[in-house]
Nanobody, 122 residues
Framework: QVQLVESGGGLVQAGGSLRLSCAAS????????MAWFRQAPGKEREFVAA????????YYADSVKGRFTISRDNAKNTVYLQMNSLKPEDTAGYYC???????????????WGQGTQVTVSS
């Protein structure tokens, strides 16, 4: 079992930055691929970024490539999402997820956090 708790969301102006954190419980954190998804009101949950268990592989949605950076610290059981040059269309609830392999599909991840809200004002 892995429990995930996100933090770091908030209200920011367009062009600003936020760093999300996802703290995981359990001693097997380093064996999981981790990902961030987001969901805006009335829309489906969508892939944002993912990172392999070692941190050696990272993957991004085209919409955030060059602006967001995913990283992890296995010693701290934490995965991060650094978000720069934020846009109003980035407004959503952001969720971290843990799974066996790095994929972009929601259904392939085994564990989910409760989410943290990011609101970008224009």
């Amino acid at each position: 079992q892995v429990q995930l708790v996100e933090s770091g969301g908030g209200l920011v102006q367009a062009g600003g930055s936020l760093r999300l954190s996802c703290a995981a419980s359990g001693r097997t954190f380093s064996s999981y691929a981790m990902a961030w998804f987001r969901q805006a009101p009335g829309k489906e949950r969508e892939f944002v970024a993912a990172i392999s268990w070692s941190g050696g592989g990272t993957y991004y949605a085209d919409s955030v490539k060059g602006r967001f950076t995913i990283s992890r610290d296995n010693a701290k059981n934490t995965v991060y999402l650094q978000m720069n040059s934020l846009k109003p269309e980035d407004t959503a609830g952001y969720y971290c997820a843990a799974g066996g392999i790095v994929v972009t599909k929601v259904g392939e991840y085994d564990y989910w956090g409760q989410g943290t809200q990011v609101t970008v004002s224009s």
